[in-house]
Nanobody, 114 residues
Framework: QVQLVESGGGLVQPGGSLSLSCVVSGFSLRNYPMTWYRQAPGKEREFVASIITSFSLTNYAESVKGRFAISGDNAWNTVTLRMNNLKPEDTGVYYC???????WGQGTQVTVSS
């Protein structure tokens, strides 16, 4: 059974940092692309970053380039999204997903506010 469990969200001041984790079970993430999306209140869900760990390929939304970093740990089957220099517009629920499996995590709330 495929399961994705996110953690690491919280409240942070502008300019601060957070690290989100997505623990994957039911398949090996080394073989599949993994993606982070986010959804702000009243807005549509949007792409944030993706990774294919077996090829060390990453991709980022323009709005987070240079501030966010996605990585994968094949040993722990975990995908991490490191977020630096956070801005209020980064606020939202962040979701981990495996597009190949059509699976989504439950989401973790990130709030950037002073």
């Amino acid at each position: 059974q495929v399961q994705l469990v996110e953690s690491g969200g919280g409240l942070v001041q502008p300019g601060g940092s957070l690290s989100l984790s997505c623990v994957v079970s039911g398949f090996s993430l080394r073989n599949y692309p993994m993606t982070w999306y986010r959804q702000a209140p009243g807005k549509e869900r949007e792409f944030v970053a993706s990774i294919i760990t077996s090829f060390s390929l990453t991709n980022y939304a323009e709005s987070v380039k240079g501030r966010f970093a996605i990585s994968g740990d094949n040993a722990w089957n975990t995908v991490t999204l490191r977020m630096n220099n956070l801005k209020p517009e980064d606020t939202g629920v962040y979701y981990c997903t495996s597009p190949s499996h059509g699976s989504w995590g439950q989401g973790t709330q990130v709030t950037v506010s002073s």
